[in-house]
């Protein structure tokens, strides 16, 4: 048992000991002393309320890291063919075609490759509507495959893409897509991409371009290679033991079996029947299922997952934290629920009463 009190805490994570207290009460826990060690899992939790990222707090020191699969998260304008790049991907992949069917509507999937190495895609929507969604995606990935269509150019959500990707520090994969097109013009895309500042590697830079056909089915071996390539260059590493962290990307309502939110594993391990936190709801996992359907016991970082058992529906970009107790679980996101209405009240009363500028 390895304990921290919440002095320390506060003095790590530069927040006020009452807030942290309060934070600790709603959670569940009791101390008579602010000098009372409290547990490393409690501490993340009360951490993660604070918003600290608990990445400082866990300080991986001492845990082990192990190799994980990349995440690559596509993106692109409306019709570029993203989807039907991912299905192409897809159906060359050697594992994918073993595994049978692929439940496509969760926009998540593993694709494992010749040598043995695997990726996890998410496919985004281009409409123009979806920027939100398309941050979350930037946000959650490791590396962004920039698909634009070699006839189109580059396109208002071409350049979104692009400026989430820089906000998230993620690099870019370029692949220029329907280059069977007689109207195809690779070039242009890439004279294009220059000016908006992508430096590519024809023009000496360090972003990789791949020429594709997802219809024609044309460079996707080049494509994964280059992906593989970039991964094992950021030598991605995850801590596979302890309590599992994850992101949701998305979530709906089954009739019959729910609420269902498919997230992807950041970090620990997931394991059927824990209670969870997942952003203001939380639940019991009754069942842990890939993304081909199938039931599993546990899962690691870099997969994507799917989960029932949750009381409500979670949104797309809320973390998931398990905890120990039912108890807890409740407590939290009660907690987590009332800050929610405490922050939409006093939002909607700075709207109402905005207090016109003094100044001018
Ligand atoms: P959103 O998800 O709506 O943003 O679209 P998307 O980027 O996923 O595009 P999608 O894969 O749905 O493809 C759009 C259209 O382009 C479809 O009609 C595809 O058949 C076509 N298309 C996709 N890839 C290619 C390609 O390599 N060559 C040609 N000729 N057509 C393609
Ligand atoms: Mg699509």
Same mark, same amino acid.
């Given at each position: 048992f390895e304990g921290i009190t919440i002095v320390e805490l506060a003095k790590r994570t530069g927040q006020n000991i009452n807030y942290l207290k309060q934070i600790l009460t709603n959670v569940g826990e009791k101390i008579d002393t602010e000098?009372?060690?409290?547990?490393? %899992?409690? !501490?993340?939790?009360?951490? /993660?309320?604070?918003g600290v990222n608990v990445r400082r707090l866990h300080s991986d020191e001492g845990a082990v890291l192990e190799p994980r699969p990349a995440?690559?998260?596509? /993106?692109?304008?409306?019709d570029h063919g993203k989807t039907s790049l991912l299905d192409?991907?897809?159906?060359?992949?050697?594992?994918a075609k073993e595994a049978g069917g692929i439940t496509q509507h969760l926009g998540a999937f593993v694709v494992s490759m010749p040598s043995g190495a695997s990726i996890t895609f998410l496919?985004?929507?281009?409409?123009?509507?979806f920027s939100a969604m398309r941050a979350r995606g930037a946000a959650v990935t490791d590396i962004v495959v920039l698909v634009v269509a070699a006839d189109d150019g580059v396109m208002p959500q071409t350049l979104e893409a692009i400026s989430h990707a820089k906000? !998230?520090?993620?690099?870019?994969?370029?692949?220029?897509?329907k280059c069977d097109k007689p109207s195809a013009n690779p070039e242009r895309v890439k004279i294009q991409l220059g000016s908006?500042?992508?430096?590519?590697? %024809? /023009?000496?830079?360090?972003?990789q371009v791949v020429e594709v056909s997802a219809l024609g089915r044309t460079g996707l071996d080049k494509l994964e290679e280059t992906l593989l390539f970039q991964a094992e260059m950021m030598e991605l590493k995850a801590r596979i033991n302890g309590p599992a962290h994850a992101y949701v990307v998305e979530a709906r309502l089954d009739r019959g079996r729910g609420p269902l939110a498919t997230m992807i594993m950041?970090?620990?391990?997931?394991?059927?029947?824990?209670?969870?936190?997942?952003?203001?709801?939380?639940?019991?996992?009754?069942?842990?299922? %890939? /993304?081909?359907?199938?039931?599993?016991e546990k899962a690691w970082p870099a997969m994507p997952v799917e989960i029932e058992g949750l009381r409500g529906l979670p949104m797309a970009g809320d973390d998931v934290i398990v905890v120990e107790t039912e108890e807890r679980a409740r407590m939290l996101s009660t907690g987590r629920k009332e800050k929610m209405e405490r922050d939409r009240l006093r939002k909607a009363m700075e709207e109402k009463f905005e207090i016109p500028d003094a100044s001018g």
């Open positions: 000098f009372d060690p409290i547990t490393v %899992d409690v !501490a993340e939790l009360i951490a /993660m309320e604070a995440v690559v998260t596509v /993106m692109g304008h409306v192409a991907l897809r159906l060359t992949s050697v594992a496919d985004t929507p281009g409409h123009a509507a906000t !998230a520090n993620v690099p870019i994969v370029v692949a220029i897509n908006e500042g992508l430096l590519l590697e %024809d /023009m000496g830079g360090d972003v950041q970090s620990g391990t997931l394991v059927s029947g824990q209670y969870v936190v997942v952003g203001a709801e939380w639940g019991r996992i009754r069942a842990l299922r %890939d /993304m081909t359907g199938k039931v599993i």
